[in-house]
C-alpha cells in the first residue's frame, strides 16, 4: 500500500483513497453496509438532532453522504471528526460544508492511541470508523477507543466500526493490529454495547453495536 505522502498534485487525497479501494474492492460493499447499518439505526430513533463522530477521516465523502442520508429525517446535524493528520481534517471538514453548509463541524486534531483526546467532548449519537482502527498500537489501544465510546455515545446511540480483521503478512505476530469479529464482538459486549451484528467482505468486516 502507497502511503498518502506518495501522492501529489491538487487531487492527492482523492487519488489516495481510489488507489486504498483499488488494493481492497471490497471497501465499495463495505461502505454500503456502513451506510445501511445507519439508515437502519436511524429508523429506530426519533432524534431530530443527530450527532455524529467519524474517527480517521479519509476524504471526507463517505461522512458526507452519511449527513445527506440522515439529513432527510433531521432537522439539526453536528459532525466531528478526528484524525492524526491534519490536511486530511481541514480537506474532509471543507468537503462537508461544501456540500452540506448547514452543518455544524469540529475537527479533532489528535492520536486515537490517546484515547483521552474522545473524553471531555460532547456526547455523540452516532460514531463510525472505516479502516483506521487497525492503524493503532494494537489491542489495549483498540480496547481503550471502544471504553471511550462508550462513555461518549449517547443512550441507545450507534457505533459503526468497519476494519480489516485478518492479519497482513508484514504485521507483528507479537503485537497484533487487526483482530477477528469475534475479539471486537466480546470486547464491546464485555464494555456493555449490545445488539452486536458483523457483515464481512473479504479482508474486512463492518461491525455495529448499540450503547
Ligand atoms: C487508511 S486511512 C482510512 C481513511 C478513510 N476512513 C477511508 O477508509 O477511506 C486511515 C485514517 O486514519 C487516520 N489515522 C491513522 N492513525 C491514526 C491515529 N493514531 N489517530 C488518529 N487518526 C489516525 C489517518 O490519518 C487516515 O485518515
Not at 13 to 33: F, G, K, M, T, Y
Not at 112 to 124: E, F, K, T
Not at 187 to 206: H, M
Amino acid at each position: 500500500m502507497a502511503p498518502l505522502a506518495d501522492f501529489t498534485g491538487p487531487n492527492y487525497i482523492d487519488d489516495w483513497i481510489a488507489h486504498l479501494d483499488s488494493l481492497w474492492p471490497e471497501r465499495e460493499l463495505i461502505r454500503q453496509h456502513l451506510v445501511e447499518a445507519i439508515a437502519v439505526w436511524q429508523e429506530t430513533t426519533s432524534l431530530q438532532a443527530i450527532s455524529l463522530l467519524e474517527l480517521g477521516v479519509g476524504n471526507g465523502k463517505l461522512a458526507l453522504d452519511i449527513l445527506h442520508r440522515l439529513q432527510a429525517h433531521t432537522t439539526h446535524l453536528s459532525y466531528m471528526a478526528v484524525d492524526i493528520n491534519g490536511d486530511l481534517l481541514h480537506a474532509a471538514l471543507a468537503e462537508i460544508h461544501r456540500g452540506l453548509p448547514a452543518c455544524a463541524t469540529t475537527a479533532l486534531l489528535g492520536d486515537l492511541n490517546d484515547p483521552a483526546i474522545l473524553r471531555d467532548q460532547p456526547q455523540m449519537d452516532l460514531v463510525f470508523s472505516l479502516q483506521t482502527l487497525h492503524d493503532l498500537h494494537g489491542l489495549v489501544a483498540l480496547r481503550g477507543v471502544y471504553e471511550a465510546l462508550y462513555q461518549l455515545l449517547s443512550p441507545g446511540g450507534l457505533l459503526v466500526n468497519a476494519d480489516f480483521i485478518v492479519p497482513f503478512e508484514k504485521d507483528d505476530a507479537s503485537n497484533p493490529r487487526r483482530f477477528p469479529v469475534d475479539v471486537h464482538h466480546s470486547i464491546l459486549e464485555e464494555l456493555g454495547f449490545t445488539e452486536f451484528t458483523s457483515q464481512t467482505e473479504g479482508k474486512l468486516a463492518c461491525m455495529t453495536a448499540r450503547r
